[in-house]
């Protein structure tokens, strides 16, 4: 009859605390998305969607548009510079040389920059050096700049997590490098990029700090990209540090929670379409 193995006593404690650990991030996760709808989601009312702000309406609309707006213009910009320069850095540069090591420094180092270091060199290049002002122009490409590391880590992770028999073949049969980074690489790699957009989009959508010495605060919103424009978390700091309209930043915060899932729930779509296209 065979005997049952003995648990280690260190692997039995390192689960337990691992399994805490998840519980744990679990339950806040849980709690602070439950204490946002609780306090927000009574406060949801029309006005607050009315076309025009006011000081009495603190309508979120022209906020909600300019973040769309700023989100979409950004993504023009960071994200082809992003995709294009993973894709060097994977598929081109030597692998273990000086260049390749000193711009993976660089990306890690930008990426953990403070959010406000970016707000002061776009206001002191964008708004005063290029005389640019305060526009969504300038947040734009101070966003831009701010995600632009995200972006390259997380696409040449997903390229580098393409099993490189994949490469050997499409060699095999006689394909150039460039073909086989389009018609394989990329391809297989699509989950993986449109994750790492979608961190970038959820960053974007939650940035405060660069926006306010950036793109400003003003209230309406405009096609025009030289005008100033406030975002929907810089509407929701705004509401709260004034302390006049707490419920409607509440109410804010629903609607910028809301919009945040509703960008993951879709880039989870798209991928499983595309899964099962190649598939």
Same mark, same amino acid.
């Given at each position: 009859?065979?005997?049952?193995?003995?648990?280690?006593?260190?692997?039995?404690?390192? *689960?337990?605390?691992?399994?805490?650990?998840?519980?744990?991030?679990?339950?806040?996760?849980?709690?602070?998305?439950?204490?946002?709808?609780?306090?927000?989601?009574?406060?949801?009312?029309?006005?607050? @969607?009315?076309?025009?702000?006011?000081?009495?309406?603190?309508?979120?609309?022209?906020?909600?548009?300019? %973040?769309?707006?700023?989100?979409?213009?950004?993504?023009?910009?960071?994200?082809?510079?992003?995709?294009?320069?993973?894709?060097?850095?994977?598929?081109?540069?030597?692998?273990?040389? *000086?260049?390749?090591?000193?711009?993976?420094?660089?990306?890690?180092?930008?990426? #953990?920059?403070?959010?406000?270091?970016? #707000?002061? @060199?776009?206001?002191?290049?964008?708004?005063?050096?290029?005389?640019?002002?305060?526009?969504?122009?300038?947040?734009? @490409?101070?966003?831009?700049?701010?995600?632009?590391?995200?972006?390259? *880590? %997380?696409?040449? +992770?997903?390229?580098?997590?393409?099993?490189?028999?994949?490469? +050997?073949?499409?060699?095999?049969?006689?394909? #150039?490098?460039? *073909?086989?980074?389009?018609?394989?690489?990329?391809?297989?790699?699509?989950? /993986?990029?449109?994750? /790492?957009?979608?961190?970038?989009? /959820?960053?974007?959508?939650? +940035?405060?700090?660069?926006?306010? @010495?950036?793109?400003?605060?003003?209230?309406?919103?405009?096609?025009?990209?030289?005008?100033?424009?406030?975002?929907?978390?810089?509407?929701?700091?705004?509401?709260?540090?004034?302390?006049?309209?707490?419920? +409607?930043?509440?109410?804010?915060?629903?609607?910028?929670?809301?919009?945040?899932?509703?960008?993951?729930?879709?880039?989870?779509?798209?991928?499983?379409?595309?899964?099962?296209?190649?598939?």
């Amino acid at each position: 009859m065979p005997t049952k193995k003995k648990r280690d006593p260190l692997s039995t404690l390192l *689960r337990i605390a691992v399994t805490a650990a998840a519980a744990l991030t679990g339950l806040i996760v849980l709690f602070l998305v439950g204490y946002i709808l609780i306090k927000g989601i009574p406060h949801l009312k029309p006005s607050l @969607f009315s076309w025009k702000y006011t000081s009495e309406n603190a309508s979120m609309l022209p906020a909600l548009l300019n %973040t769309a707006y700023m989100t979409v213009l950004t993504l023009l910009i960071a994200a082809p510079l992003g995709i294009f320069a993973a894709i060097f850095l994977s598929e081109y540069a030597k692998q273990g040389g *000086r260049v390749l090591k000193v711009i993976r420094l660089a990306a890690e180092t930008l990426a #953990g920059i403070p959010s406000i270091i970016y #707000g002061l @060199f776009g206001y002191i290049v964008f708004v005063m050096r290029l005389q640019w002002r305060y526009s969504m122009l300038a947040g734009v @490409f101070t966003l831009a700049i701010l995600v632009l590391p995200l972006l390259m *880590r %997380t696409t040449e +992770e997903a390229l580098l997590a393409v099993p490189q028999t994949y490469r +050997e073949g499409a060699y095999g049969l006689g394909a #150039g490098r460039l *073909r086989t980074v389009l018609r394989v690489v990329l391809p297989n790699a699509v989950p /993986g990029i449109l994750a /790492g957009v979608i961190l970038a989009v /959820g960053r974007m959508m939650g +940035e405060t700090a660069a926006l306010i @010495f950036t793109a400003g605060t003003a209230p309406a919103f405009s096609l025009n990209p030289m005008k100033s424009a406030r975002s929907l978390a810089v509407h929701m700091y705004n509401l709260s540090s004034e302390g006049l309209h707490i419920n +409607e930043a509440y109410a804010t915060a629903v609607v910028l929670l809301a919009l945040v899932v509703a960008v993951n729930a879709l880039s989870a779509f798209l991928a499983k379409k595309m899964m099962r296209g190649k598939s």
